[in-house]
């Protein structure tokens, strides 16, 4: 069934889609359709006019900058809230220039390598990331330089590593006061006055290079009489090898090694120590609240300087806590303590505001089985009240205002009838009174505030609404000025449909699992098509599209002659704290059971969505569950392209696996794992992998070719040299069609060995 919206301006009309449908080809799978399929990108590129992707404040003034698309590429502009004026940013010709010489290429002024930027020195410069590399741009003589400005290191203690060690911090440490200044030296804490030409006097001794204090963890209290810093015991550090095959410039292959932490791995473990410094003593810090620690935060210090704070996450993410230190005896107390006997979501449903020096604290919960905000009284460590409430999903805080006891905040779910997954914008008091939604209109929506918070620059759209950008007041959620109504009729000209949001029942038979249907352009309602799953199951988020978008890679399956899906199953996020909670120590569930109703309530609607011919694809977690439909459920999965596959989770990062599988490592692990349960496969299988990729080990993918040879298993594997974490590239899209087109189609892709080949469209890579 499609979901019902009660407010729809700037529909997609029924005459418009009429009007764009293309002709009927031959039969599927045909040079046609592959033409077709491969010329898509060109076909769609700059059809979509005036539509707003990106948006951010101007610190301290009520000015917003944006970037929208033009006839020729895209347009960084700044708009006053309170004068109405609209302006160009900056000049994206000289820019342009500017960023050419610094990057020793050609950069387009209609193409700028960049999607968001800030302004700094008075709006005279802006600051910018072109990839690994920030920059500092001038916009008087048109400059650009790197720089290291605003960037810092973690000064927390745990984790995981990965890539390589942190150079070790050698810069010296000012107190407030300026009095003194620290420093590690020989992994000790070295203090030395400022006025004293001295090599300082030692605070401690007992550091070693087996247990030293680190530097970059240090900090000062405010009133400059004591440190706080951590003495860190190293994990294991794990490296994982790599041989690339075909390096650039070079015929011998090359060794490369890069650190990179598994599950079940020997982790950093840091023990905080406060110094007096003054008085040259040490205060040891009572440990008992806070051992075997995945993590904890950086040190920080109260406004009184009396205590300091931080917080540990308990290995296994099932307890998750806000300590503080007595500074004068070391004695700790545990001011908030969340627990969840399944995990505790730090990654993403994690806030804290801290008000009055601590006395109140705002923590995210999902204790009720929904995620939403509690008032804490930081004295005593109770609850003083519960902020927001209800069967929604509280997505984040966009600010506090302590003076007003006001809280902005953003979430999903609180409208009945509509989508759960739209994002809508939100105002409530500290006590739970005087709830005020500031969005009114049902679709996905994202706010960007003034820094006073007095206006809001709202962009919004649904994948059958182009988007729509606006200035409002935030005091009463009326509107200042539209800024721009996406003009899509180009792309519908094309033959181009959107995709078809679709819901059904999931296993319990009560819940909602949504999705989108997506249909080739030469659609024919008499004929028979076989559906493809585009799969991305990782439990940190919700990915059926939710925006407006051509869906360039499920689109250009879809020519080839398929009905091409998205579905978010249970154990996504983003909904119920129990709909998520299916993942936990199961991610070989991957909602595939919800998966699979969902595909057949959509056959019993459509006589055309054929379910005898499904076939699923995906890429790092969706590539471990792309193989699972096969292992796990091949009386309905036929054929599986897996790029990337995380396929053995004990193999994969640590911090991505423990969260969701647990620790110890239990039996779980190998009960999801493609590698133990290789022995299954039935279907069509194509394994992808980069052998270069530093998000997933590329040896997890060759341990399950390892194992299919041994259960003399048929399949196919594509290595690509050289590559990263990747679903292929131009030829991995060429692998994956060809590989559908022959397994479900029937038919020979076309013979590329006897014809040049052209560009295709990418496929959506996942982290």
Not at 25 to 43: K, N, S
Not at 128 to 149: E, I, M, N
Not at 520 to 535: G, Q, T
Not at 673 to 702: F, H, I
């Amino acid at each position: 069934m499609r979901p019902a919206h009660s407010r729809r301006p700037l529909l997609l009309s029924a005459a418009f889609l009429l009007a764009a449908q293309a002709p009927m080809v031959g039969a599927q799978g045909t040079a046609a359709d592959y033409a077709r399929a491969e010329g898509l990108r060109a076909r769609y590129r700059g059809l979509v006019l005036d539509a707003v992707d990106q948006a951010g404040a101007i610190d301290s003034t009520p000015r917003f900058w944006y970037r929208t698309s033009t006839p020729r590429g895209t347009a960084f502009m700044v708009v006053d809230a309170e004068s109405r004026e609209k302006r160009p940013a900056f000049d994206q010709q000289r820019l342009a220039g500017a960023l050419s010489a610094v990057l020793h290429r050609p950069v387009a002024a209609d193409s700028l390598p960049f999607n968001t930027f800030d302004f700094a020195k008075g709006e005279q410069a802006i600051t910018l990331w072109v990839g690994p590399t920030r920059l500092r741009c001038s916009l008087d003589a048109y400059t650009c330089a790197p720089t290291t400005a605003g960037r810092r290191l973690d000064a927390g203690v745990g984790g995981a590593l990965y890539g390589s060690l942190p150079a070790e911090d050698t810069t010296e440490r000012p107190s407030p006061d300026g009095r003194w200044v620290a420093r590690v030296r020989n992994h000790n804490v070295l203090v030395r006055s400022t006025s004293d030409a001295g090599p300082g006097v030692y605070l401690s001794t007992d550091g070693s290079e087996g247990a030293p204090y680190r530097l970059r963890t240090l900090v000062w209290s405010p009133d400059s009489r004591r440190i706080a810093v951590y003495r860190v015991v190293p994990g294991y550090p794990r490296e994982v090898h790599y041989v690339r095959s075909s390096p650039e410039g070079q015929l011998q292959p090359e060794h490369v090694t890069r650190l990179y932490s598994k599950p079940g791995d020997l982790l950093d473990r840091g023990t905080p120590v406060i110094f007096d410094v003054p008085a040259r003593r040490t205060v040891t810090v009572n440990d008992s609240s806070f051992a075997g620690a995945y993590a904890i935060s950086p040190l920080e210090w109260r406004r009184d300087g009396r205590t300091v704070t931080f917080e540990y996450n308990q290995r296994g993410h099932q307890a998750y806590r806000v300590i503080e230190v007595d500074a004068a005896t070391g004695n700790t107390r545990v001011v908030i303590d969340e627990r969840s006997p399944t995990f505790f979501e730090y990654s993403a449903k994690k806030y804290r505001r801290d008000l009055a020096d601590g006395r109140e604290i705002i923590w995210m919960s999902e204790r009720d089985g929904w995620n939403h905000l509690y008032l804490y009284d930081g004295v005593t460590g109770r609850v003083k009240n519960q902020i927001t409430r209800g069967s929604w999903v509280v997505r984040g805080v966009d600010g506090v205002d302590s003076a007003t006891r006001q809280v902005w905040f953003h979430a999903s779910g609180m409208e009945r009838g509509v989508d759960p997954y739209f994002v809508q914008y939100y105002r409530i008091g500290m006590d739970g009174t005087g709830l005020t939604r500031l969005t009114t209109v049902d679709a996905m929506h994202t706010v960007t505030y003034s820094s006073d918070m007095r206006y809001y620059l709202d962009r919004w759209s649904r994948v059958d609404l182009p988007p729509v950008a606006e200035l409002h007041r935030t005091s009463d959620g009326s509107l200042v000025m539209p800024l721009a109504r996406a003009d899509a009729s180009g792309l519908l000209a094309t033959g181009w449909k959107p995709p078809e949001p679709f819901v059904a029942k999931g296993r319990d038979g009560k819940t909602d699992i949504w999705g989108v249907i997506i249909r080739p352009s030469s659609f024919d309602p008499a004929r028979h098509y076989p559906v493809v799953e585009n799969i991305y199951a990782g439990p940190h988020d919700s990915f059926v599209p939710k925006t407006f978008s051509t869906q360039l890679g499920m689109q250009a399956i879809a020519e080839l002659g398929f009905i091409v899906v998205q579905i978010d199953g249970m154990g996504t996020s983003n909904r119920s704290k129990a709909f998520h909670d299916v993942t936990f120590r199961n991610l070989g569930d991957a909602g595939l059971p919800d998966r699979i109703l969902w595909h057949k309530a959509v056959a019993a609607q459509h006589p055309w969505y054929d379910i005898s011919r499904v076939g699923i694809y995906g890429t790092s977690a969706g590539g471990q569950s792309s193989t699972g439909a096969l292992l796990f459920h091949p009386e309905f999965y036929r054929v599986a392209v897996s790029s990337a596959g995380s396929h053995d989770n004990r193999m994969d990062k640590l911090w991505w696996n423990e969260q969701w599988m647990g620790w110890p490592i239990g039996p779980e692990y190998a009960a999801a794992s493609n590698v133990d349960n290789a022995w299954r496969l039935q279907g069509k299988l194509l394994l992808l992998v980069g052998e270069m990729d530093t998000n997933v080990d590329p040896s997890t993918t060759m341990q399950v070719v390892n194992a299919l040879i041994k259960a003399r298993k048929t399949f196919d594997l594509l290595v690509i040299p050289g590559a990263d974490h990747t679903s292929g590239g131009d030829y991995g899209d060429l692998k994956r069609w060809d590989f559908l087109v022959h397994n479900l189609l029937g038919v020979e892709p076309p013979d590329r060995n006897a014809m040049p080949v052209a560009g295709t469209v990418g496929a959506e890579d996942h982290r």
